[in-house]
């Protein structure tokens, strides 16, 4: 049977599909998280600047404000998830594992093969682990516990930097660099009218 072009592209997206990272990664918060600000970081400045209905000078300030502020959450997020993300389920963990013996029995459990994950030889026991994994997230309720708890940890993470570090840090570091960029132009009535353009975009 001869496979044609359609075939092997299909061939090569089951693959991806099949691949237990891609379902880890299309289930996971923080790569969700990441690809929506980036895409807003592409997305949203484009759009205001192509804008026919706004002030030439106020998009072009708008849009270099959103691509900037945009860009910023990104880096901040990508640079702190982590650590915070840790922090964040380590307190969680110790509270629930104090709380009831039987949650620690979990905890440990999900954390053990996890490390197993995380400390495998090679892609392919590592790959292996992952379906393992994802079977038993599927098929033992003990493991769900652990899991939820690291979701969740990542979710209040993400909520503490994006919702309440980036808009403090940006009015900081951001307008000085705005400042900067436009000097003059960034005129009170300019800034009032980029205001009005982001809420629109």
């Known amino acids: 049977m001869k496979v044609t072009p359609v075939q092997q592209n299909l061939i090569k997206i089951r693959k991806v599909l099949a691949n237990p990272k891609a379902a880890e990664f299309a289930q996971n918060t ?7 600000t980036t895409l807003k970081a592409a997305g949203r400045p484009a759009f205001i600047y192509y804008d026919k209905h706004a002030n030439e000078q106020s998009k072009k300030y708008a849009a270099t404000k959103e691509l900037l502020y945009q860009t910023f959450c990104l880096g901040l997020f990508l640079g702190f998830i982590k650590p915070v993300k840790n922090f964040v389920y380590g307190k969680l963990s110790n509270w629930q594992a104090k709380k009831n013996p039987e949650n620690k029995r979990k905890i440990d459990m999900f954390n053990a093969f996890q490390a197993q994950i995380d400390n495998a030889p090679n892609k392919v026991k590592e790959n292996s682990l992952r379906r393992k994994l ?3 997230l599927h098929t033992n309720p003990d493991y769900h516990f652990g ?4 979701e969740f940890s990542s979710i209040a993470s993400t909520v503490f930097i994006l ?3 980036a808009p403090i840090l940006s009015q900081i570091i951001l307008h000085p660099v705005m400042d ?10 300019q800034k009032t009218n ?8």
């Open 30 to 36: 923080v790569c969700a998280i990441a690809v929506e």
């Open 134 to 136: 994802n079977h038993l």
């Open 147 to 150: 899991k939820g708890l690291k």
């Open 163 to 165: 919702a309440l570090c």
């Open 180 to 189: 900067k960029i436009f000097g003059q132009k960034g005129t009170p009535q």
């Open 194 to 201: 980029a205001q009005q353009i982001n809420k629109q975009a």
